[in-house]
């Protein structure tokens, strides 16, 4: 069993040849667990010296995708490209290019830091010990330590020393703060963002947190139910996406019946609430507009709509109706649903 | 990356390994040992039996250690983000434990041999026979072992099912493990077997290992080694009832199934049956008043050893009139589907001898009583001394010489076996009836127990007859257990008070006077020999020439009617029924060399002997017993 050469080089199909700014490119991604898509169809686009923000859901689909980028999991159909290389599964040789830090870690128990280091050393032929031993000083991992001695948060650094010692070009991290405290949290995106800011390293993370994506991330994914629903630049996402709310009613003038008997005895009936008319949604049928999702109460509508328009909400809007812009988390709301079950 | 894997693994598991160089070690050791106390008897290969049980443990070991203590801890999720191929992890575990295991099978094959070579003659053949029994037994346990592992908490249930099912299969069809492949390669037959690979079973053999190697493969790539995953999870509070539900569940069913395999009894449309029997139920068919008196006399003999035994039940016995046999013949029945021994003999023929057909009867019903326990070789001198005995009982007191021709037997075996004076000489009772027959080492069981009865008193001797022959506890493992915490040779001690060399030593004693006394018959008691040659072309049938050496001038009392028995065996049969073999007779003068008249073809089995009557002993001396294949 040999391994392909680490050097990759494009293929001489020039359908395969794409934009060499991407690091990373995903089409049409499929992957089903018996009766379950998990993934289904997903496009993906990471440039590269950019930090990605991959959100989404718990169970949206985003590890599943980032071990089939890995080539821990083979796609049932969809094909992945790495620098230029089009491939249907990562290949040995590939993954030797990627630092890759997963969801959880499952290190051998017995092995210190130092020896993780001298095994995980013997995959990657760029492996540089000087640097690793560089990344434990600098982020305080004990090297003689059990990793089964180490907190959450060490054996997450220590992942990530892992994966930049040998000094890939893509970096891949599946959730690497869940579990870690604020501290923690913020010390780790720092040295993500550092390494991206000081080596041009291309990082791709995957999260549920919009602060995390706020803090870190260049571009942005938000996937849901196994589909992008989105990607792109976080201020284009911010100016594309508006709620659209209804301003209160006037209500219709209805004659009160005069009252026969002023007698405080008397049961007096419920008052009504009176009626209203509901106004016309102003960019129904609009190109260009598109509805993502409708909020609407009773009293009043109010729809969240991308616009996809080259100047996005420059048009007046008509009375009745305000546009308010979203935080990044009601965006993502609005992209991933908020299923509250009627209770 | 394939040493990084190697180094990892070497690293993680090096006491296991080190516990697999004890056992390797102890196995050695063993081996050494057996060696020793074997001396110059036997084979030596018998000890390469615990070697292939430690053999087995280490495999149980390394499957443990290198795949569940790896998917159980789910650190091969670890090892499935680096770039490695799953397959690659996969195959690096087993080629190392394949080899290691493989280390400890050769280490101790090729001590065993070293070994036996003081008393094994070795050919290429040999040598190439037990080296492919051993290392495919070897490979099998490894890849059982090792494919089961991936089941993770499944593999109890694995284990539970196949262990179940073997149990359950051989209770019904009555078959025995060691007679089944794998087992079969490292059973009985693995020292003794010089000629013929076992190609079926190495087959089979070879076709598991591959499955459960397939299966690694399979659970360890399927969905991306999700499967493997899943199963490699700790065991639920839910699976812990339902894996002893399901023990306990399989343990039942081959309970009852036992509890209800008890076969009705053969029924003998006609016949005359035993009036005024409690336990033996005798019918000797046809009905005739000879008939009706044997019966009697059969179940009268039957009961008073059922009381002598302490018996509560015995098969019944069914003697079927056969008159075209000479009077010294009986020919058994089996009973596939139905309870009960038969013999047939001819009963009527004036020379007929009852006290012949007892000894026959004798043997057949404490077989069938003792489930087949009282017929271990460490213990068989008992039964087979209980088959004269038992015809022959009287007095205890009374000398040796009252049954001349029995004391007789036991003289000139003893005179062509050599002294038997520690306990393993009568571990060997098979070898001894190989080489003088066995209806002498029947005469010199029959000394055992005279002796035994006036050195230890008589009620000593029936509680040690008691202890051997009336087992009725069905074989389990609690009953080898109990055989094995408590050996033979210790019962025998606590029961008659001395130890088995004391003993001996007693017994010998009391035969040398009557070596002296008797030395004048015993002298005209002739030793046999002749040989026999294999002549054909390659792949021709092979003719058989014999060359009887007879001895000289003999007296018709102690030898006549000499001839040729011989007959051919079925593979890893050796011995043959009396009414399977041929004989070629040999009393002229111009018969005593020649070619038999058959032809063989190459490889048959074939079993052979010079026999001649001996009057005065009452049975047949031979030559002893050779066991060949056809060249």
Known sequence: ?343 | MTSTLIRKELHQHWWAFLLIGLLSLLGIGWILLFSIMQGQGGSHLIAMRLHAFLLAFSALILGNRLVVAEYSSRTQLFLESLPLPRLRIVLVKFFLGLIVILLSAAGGLSIALVVSARTEVYTPRFIGILNARYLCFAVFVYCFFFGMGFLGRYRFVGYALIIGGITLLTRIRDLQMSDLAPIHLVGGTFPFEREVYPVTSLAITGGLALAFFLLAVALASVREGSVSSLLGERMSYRDKITLTALIFGILSAAYVIDEHKTKAPYQLAGGAEAADTRIARVTVAPTSREARELADQIGKDLDAMADFLGLESMPPIFVIERPDLDPDQFEYGWLDSAEGVIVRTAFRHPDWRYALCLEHLVGDVIENTSHGRAMKEDRFWVIDGFTLYWPHRGDSDAPLDRDRHLLLRALYGTEHLGELRKPGDLHRWFTHQERVGHEITAGIGWSLLRVLEQEAGADAARNWMRTVLATERSPSLISAYRDWETPIDTRFQKITGMSLPEFLGRWNEALDPWRETLAEPLEKLPTIQGKLEFEGEEGATTQVHYDFSPPGETDPEYFTRPVLLYGETAPFEVQLPESQLKRHPLASEESREGWLPETWGSGTGFTWTFAADSPALRCRIISGWRHTHIP
């Open chain 1, 1 to 343: 069993m040999t391994d392909a050469p680490a050097t990759v080089t494009p293929t001489d199909n020039p359908e395969s040849l794409t934009e060499e700014s991407s690091a990373l490119r995903a089409i049409g991604l499929r992957k089903r667990y018996g009766r379950v898509s998990v993934v289904n169809g997903l496009d993906l686009e990471v440039p590269r010296g950019k930090i990605y923000g991959f959100l989404g859901r718990n169970g949206a689909g985003k590890t599943t995708t980032i071990r089939m980028l890995m080539g821990i999991l083979k796609p049932d159909r969809g094909e992945i490209e790495f620098f230029g290389h089009r491939t249907r599964r990562t290949t040995t040789a590939l993954k030797r290019r990627i630092g890759y830090v997963s969801q959880s870690q499952h290190f051998y128990p017995w092995m210190s830091a130092r020896q993780l280091g001298r095994f995980v050393g013997g995959f990657y032929p760029n492996w540089d010990t000087a640097e690793y031993d560089r990344l434990l000083r600098v982020l305080e991992i004990p090297p003689d330590r059990r990793s089964s001695q180490l907190s959450g948060g060490m054996r997450m650094k220590l992942a990530l020393a892992l994966a930049l010692a040998h000094h890939p070009d893509l970096l891949i991290l599946d959730e690497p703060t869940a579990g870690l405290d604020p501290v923690a949290q913020r010390e780790f995106l720092e040295i993500v963002k550092n390494q991206s800011r000081n080596h041009g390293r291309t990082t791709l993370f995957s999260t549920h947190r919009i602060d995390e994506v706020e803090r870190a991330a260049d571009k942005v994914g938000i996937i849901d139910e196994g589909v992008m629903r989105y990607e792109g630049d976080l201020d284009d996402l911010r100016a594309e996406v508006r709620r659209l709310v209804e301003m209160p009613r006037k209500p219709i003038a209805v004659p009160q019946p005069t009252e026969p008997d002023e007698s405080d005895d008397a049961p007096k009936p419920p008052a009504l609430p009176l009626p209203t008319v509901r106004r016309e949604n102003p960019l129904a049928g609009h190109d260009g507009y598109e509805l993502l999702r409708d909020e609407s109460v009773p009293e009043r509508q109010q729809l969240i709509y991308r616009c996809t328009l080259p100047s996005p909400w420059m048009a007046p809007m008509p009375d009745g109706w305000r546009i308010e812009p979203l935080s990044l988390e009601d965006i993502f709301m609005a992209y991933a649903g908020l299923r509250v079950a009627e209770v």
